[in-house]
């Protein structure tokens, strides 16, 4: 993969950039939510970047456990957090993708 850099001369963002903005975002919307990150912090920050390339390569910052579809109105619901995440919270106490864990979740 060809990592984009944020040089005078490529207005892209860097990934890094992208993982940052990603990951501000969600802590954001997590404020407002009884949720949290899992508290193990490598899978958080794999998740995360897994988040910045789908946002560079796809354009959104869709769930990367996933398949898109390439329908942009199915694809919407994979939008991290995607549609999905409160069952399976609900349900398992942590999302498919391990991101996001219920209060009570003891790993």
């Not at 993969?1 to 903005?21: H, I, W």
């Not at 939510?33 to 390339?53: D, K, L, Q, S």
Request: proline residues 6%; charged residues 30%.
């Amino acid at each position: 993969m060809k990592e984009a850099t944020a040089d005078a001369g490529n207005k892209e963002p860097s990934l890094e950039q992208v993982e940052r903005e990603v990951r501000e975002r969600l802590e954001k919307w997590l404020a407002l939510t009884p949720y949290r990150f899992n508290p193990e912090t490598a899978v958080v920050g794999t998740i995360i970047r897994g988040i910045a390339i789908r946002k560079i390569k796809a354009g959104g910052e869709y769930c990367p456990c996933r398949v898109l579809s390439g329908d942009a109105k199915n694809d919407s619901k994979l939008v991290c957090p995607c549609v999905f995440h409160k069952a399976e919270i609900e349900r398992d106490g942590i999302c498919l993708c391990a991101l996001f864990v219920g209060p009570n979740y003891v790993g």
